[in-house]
């Protein structure tokens, strides 16, 4: 744990995370720390009763198995609430704010993966950009601006994650001259590696938070206008003004081919009309979000 950034490696940084966790989850000490934390933080209890291990037994794999409920979301008051003390203590300056860190980092490899994977379908090369991605999110784990935000901090971790990752890029590209090729689809022709890295970062996050209607999208979908509107609804996820279920109401229906009503609210569980009323509020809560801050 003394080397903060993962190096990278023949295996892929991926599969050395993988191996680095289970030597993790094999260190007593490391197993009686987080135990301590998890007594000191009152989770040890209700983490227990969901994993089914005696609470002084409580350790990295347990801590995982809360993070990564079994469908793959991460939505419940629990996995809330320890994500939230990982980051809280990751935002420290000792040896225990980069286990805490390390651990964030192994909950999220899944959102990781994802991203490197959907970077390398459009033209990077994967071990490169699996880098940038995995250090992006350790920095961001450690930064300290995830457990105080509203919202839920594993969506404001893949936001930052992906804000930092665009950063990451335009600088890159910006060193080295070259067109970010990647992304040439979704920012207008005359804009510059920054623009373009920063387009790149909002269909990104709209997909990651399934803003973008589930089929093919094309050219037309990203337009300077599109990108615009969802990086405001994603701010305003990220803010706690709107919920994923109200950011998906506006993303759906102001598009170039809005998702019909009625088969959104057949996706959301609820009437047409329904569906039309939680959209309706939904403009008006961004509206006046917006009004506050200019």
């Known amino acids: 744990m003394d080397q903060p950034y993962p190096a990278r490696n023949v295996c892929g940084i991926f599969d050395r995370l993988d191996a680095e966790w289970a ?9 009686a ?74 909950a999220m490899v899944p959102a990781a993966v994802r991203m490197a994977r959907g970077l390398a379908r459009q033209g990077r090369v994967f071990d490169d950009t699996s880098h940038i991605v995995v250090v992006a999110l350790y920095e961001v784990a450690r930064a300290g601006g995830i457990h105080t935000r509203p919202g839920r901090p594993a969506a404001n971790l893949a936001l930052d994650m992906l804000r930092r990752v665009g950063r990451e890029l335009a600088r890159e590209h910006e060193r080295l001259g070259d067109d970010l090729a990647l992304v040439d689809d979704y920012a207008a022709p005359d804009a510059g590696p920054a623009e373009r890295a920063h387009a790149q ?20 979908e990203w337009s300077q206008a599109r990108l615009e509107l969802l990086e405001l609804v994603l701010e305003a996820m990220e803010s706690g003004t709107l919920s994923p279920s109200e950011a998906r109401a506006i993303a759906w229906h102001h598009t170039a081919t ?22 309706s509020r939904a403009v008006h809560r961004l509206k006046s979000a917006v009004r506050t801050t200019v």
């Open 33 to 106: 720390a987080v135990t301590d934390w998890l007594m000191a933080d009152h989770l040890a209890d209700d983490l227990a009763e969901v994993t089914g291990a005696w609470v002084r037994t409580l350790g990295p794999a347990q801590l995982l198995a809360a993070l990564r409920p079994r469908d793959g979301v991460l939505s419940d008051a629990l996995t809330d609430a320890v994500l939230r003390a990982l980051l809280r203590r990751a935002a420290g300056q000792d040896r225990s704010a980069v286990l805490a860190a390390r651990i964030v980092v192994q």
């Open 201 to 220: 970062w909002v269909q990104s996050a709209a997909a990651a938070a399934r803003l973008a209607p589930a089929r093919d999208v094309g050219v037309e």
């Open 23 to 31: 030597a993790l989850c094999a260190d007593a000490a490391v197993q």
């Open 258 to 279: 809005p998702v019909p009503d009625a088969r959104a609210a057949r996706l959301a569980g609820t009437t047409t009309g329904g569906w039309q009323r939680h959209r």
